[in-house]
């Protein structure tokens, strides 16, 4: 399976999904990211039950500063909903592939329980 690019209509229902979802914000012009566009292509490949997504801050503007992007390119991952990683950098494919196991092992009972904890201490 390929990436999916994804838009401002459907980034929320897209990392909002059950299971992982990997976004890479990039754009054209960046030469970090042209060179991890292979890397992360390849990772999808091998990873078919991992929704892989790109979000062109060029085309989207609006999206990239919702999200907070302020180098690129920035990778997120999501799981179940919850945002678990964000990382400006390209990664190579060991770095890559090393993320995809920890956000896999995360036990999101414990990551929920923590989250709420941190609301109630802010």
Partial sequence: MSSTA??????????????IVLVDFWAAWCGPCRA??????????????IVFGKVDTEAEQELAAAAGI???PTLMAFRDGVL????????????????????????????RADLAD???TA
């Avoid at 994804?6 to 299971?19: C, E, P």
């Avoid at 991890?36 to 039950?49: S, T």
């Fill in 70 to 72: 302020r180098s690129i």
């Fill in 6 to 19: 994804l838009t401002a209509s459907t980034f929320q229902d897209t990392v909002d999904r059950d299971g």
């Fill in 36 to 49: 991890f566009a292979p890397v992360f292509e390849a990772a999808a490949q091998r990873h078919p039950d």
């Fill in 84 to 111: 678990v990683f964000a990382e400006p950098g390209a990664l190579p494919a060991e770095a890559l592939e090393g993320l995809v196991a920890a956000v896999r092992g995360l036990d999101m009972d414990r990551v």
């Fill in 118 to 120: 941190q609301r109630r």
